[in-house]
Nanobody, 124 residues
Framework: QVQLVESGGGLVQAGGSLRLSCAAS????????MAWFRQAPGRAREFLGA???????????DSADSVKGRFTISRDNAKNTVYLQMNSLQPEDTAVYYC??????????????WGRGTQVTVSS
């Protein structure tokens, strides 16, 4: 079992930045690829990006409303933590953000462990 706890969400003005953290406990963190998803009200959960076990490879979704270039995923295996740095936030980034652990992939079916999420609200 892997337990995941997200933190760092909150209310930010448009154009601002937030860094989300996801702390893992339980099984060996470095065994897993990690991913970030988000879900806005009334919308399906959306894959944002993933990072491989070592942190040497990252992938960002093409379809996720241009997060490429604004969002960066990183991890620190010594701290059992994965991060999502979000810059130039816009109101459409408002959502609950989730981290997940599992195999490499863009589908939520690739990830067997999920955090409870952290709310990000961007005001205009």
């Amino acid at each position: 079992q892997v337990q995941l706890v997200e933190s760092g969400g909150g209310l930010v003005q448009a154009g601002g930045s937030l860094r989300l953290s996801c702390a893992a406990s339980g099984r060996t963190f470095s065994n897993y690829a990690m991913a970030w998803f988000r879900q806005a009200p009334g919308r399906a959960r959306e894959f944002l990006g993933a990072i491989n076990w070592s942190g040497s490879v990252t992938y960002y979704a093409d379809s996720a409303d241009s997060v490429k270039g604004r969002f960066t995923i990183s991890r620190d295996n010594a701290k059992n933590t994965v991060y999502l740095q979000m810059n130039s936030l816009q109101p459409e980034d408002t959502a609950v953000y989730y981290c997940a652990a599992g195999d490499w992939g863009t589908s939520d079916r690739s990830y067997g462990y999920w955090g409870r999420g952290t709310q990000v609200t961007v005001s205009s």
